[in-house]
């Protein structure tokens, strides 16, 4: 079974910004936002480290968060936090967009036998 270390990484950097936000200027809709988001791109990356072709979440995901944190960084111009979680969202739905137009022995696992 191949694990999808980049989507855990993801979740654990949008998860952990979410709380940090919060600690550094006790913004709660940053602690909601990440604490969600961060959650939902960790159950994807599950579904992607069991099954490849289990993306969907992932992707949806990644690509909204990526079109709002462009939206806040188009509006506010601030490379943190808005900035670079925008250009790491974009990477991420790219990286699971070819999981849907291009599947390959690449991106491929293995499902776990019960």
């Known amino acids: 079974m191949a694990v999808d270390h980049y989507g855990?990484?993801?979740?654990?950097l949008v998860g952990s910004g979410g709380a940090y936000?919060?600690?550094?200027s006790g913004s709660v809709p940053s602690l909601a936002a990440g604490l969600?988001?961060?959650t939902l791109l960790g159950v994807g990356a599950f579904q992607v480290s069991r099954n490849a072709e289990n993306?969907?979440?992932s992707l949806?995901?990644?690509?909204l968060l990526g079109s709002l944190m462009g939206y806040r960084f188009y509006n506010t111009g601030k490379i943190m936090p808005a900035g670079l979680l925008a250009g790491i969202s974009i990477a991420m739905?790219?990286?699971?967009?070819?999981?849907?137009f291009f599947p390959s022995?690449?991106?491929?696992t293995e499902s776990i036998k019960n």
């Open 105 to 108: 022995k690449e991106f491929k």
């Open 60 to 63: 949806g995901t990644s690509a």
């Open 8 to 12: 855990i990484m993801y979740a654990v």
């Open 93 to 100: 739905t790219l990286r699971y967009g070819a999981m849907a």
């Open 36 to 38: 969600i988001f961060g």
């Open 55 to 57: 993306y969907q979440l």
């Open 21 to 24: 936000g919060y600690m550094k």
